[in-house]
């Protein structure tokens, strides 16, 4: 079984950066053959992708409201998935997810979580 915990999250004022990290530990070698994705979810709100990774890295998927603003990346010597999140805006408060899955934006195609970072934009 494959754990997955995020870290990184914080507190930071609009138009500025975080990276989220996302390590993988367990079946780690698992996470080679999986793609990853990232997901968000505000209070009041559902959960909504971000971003997603093939295996490989050489395929990425991003939700409209991030493209430009957002790159997800992956290390699998350390069994690492990153987001890096550029020109925050207020709306982007979130706890954000990590999950392995499919380069899909379908939360159900997603079979492991971590437990989030929380990210808060100030204006």
């Known amino acids: 079984q494959v754990q997955l915990v995020e870290s990184g999250g914080g507190l930071v004022q609009a138009g500025g950066s975080l990276r989220l990290s996302c390590i993988a530990s367990?079946?780690?070698?698992?996470?080679?053959?999986?793609?990853m994705g990232w997901f968000r979810q505000a209070p009041g709100k559902e959960r909504e992708f971000v971003a997603a990774?093939?295996?490989?890295?050489?395929?990425?998927y991003y939700a409209d409201s991030v493209k430009g603003r957002f790159t997800i990346s992956r290390d699998n010597a350390k069994n690492t998935v990153y987001l890096q999140m550029n020109s925050l805006k207020p709306e982007d408060t979130a706890a954000y997810y990590c999950?392995?899955?499919?380069?899909?934006?379908?939360?159900?195609?997603?079979?492991?979580w971590g437990q989030g970072t929380q990210v808060t934009v100030s204006s």
């Open positions: 999950a392995r899955g499919g380069v899909t934006p379908n939360l159900n195609d997603y079979n492991v």
């Open positions: 990774i093939n295996w490989s890295g050489g395929s990425t």
């Open positions: 367990g079946r780690t070698f698992s996470m080679y053959a999986m793609a």
